[in-house]
């Protein structure tokens, strides 16, 4: 499988709300480095970290939506880089952020993510409150 297809497959899944298939992408020893300055910044290690930051955000707008935009994926051999708008909605109010998330794959696995926001001023404090 090519980084690009399992990326694809990844993304499908998070899309439908599959997170079981989505997480089942994630390598057990993959890193995760999410910016900022919120106690959920910083680097995790291991699938259940990657896991756990994201079902964080997923738990706190549970009672809204969180929408995911695709807006453009760049693809080289081992690194996938998704361009997205995430449209957070909650409490009739909507916070909208542009990332981009930095994909390695190796062995039909992802083993590393980077996150680089657009607005990280906007993005610390969503997490703020988390």
Do not use: C
Not at 13 to 26: C, K, L, V
Not at 50 to 69: C, K, N, P, S, W
Not at 94 to 99: A, D, G, K, P, Q
Not at 122 to 128: E, G, I, P, Q, R
């Amino acid at each position: 499988m090519t980084a690009r297809e399992l990326m694809t497959a990844y993304l499908d899944a998070a899309r439908r709300d599959d997170w079981d298939t989505a997480f089942g992408y994630f390598a057990e020893d993959i890193v995760m480095r999410v910016p900022g300055r919120s106690r959920l910044a910083g680097d995790r290690h291991g699938k259940q970290a990657a896991v756990d930051y994201i079902q964080t955000m997923r738990e706190h707008y549970r009672e809204g939506r969180i929408e995911l935009e695709l807006v453009d994926m760049l693809e080289g051999d081992e690194r996938v880089a998704l361009l997205v708008v995430e449209r957070f909605h909650r409490d009739g109010e909507t916070v909208e952020i542009r990332r981009a998330n930095v994909y390695r794959v190796e062995n039909d696995a992802i083993v590393e993510i980077t996150i680089f926001e657009a607005d990280q001023y906007a993005v610390d404090d969503l997490t703020s409150e988390i």
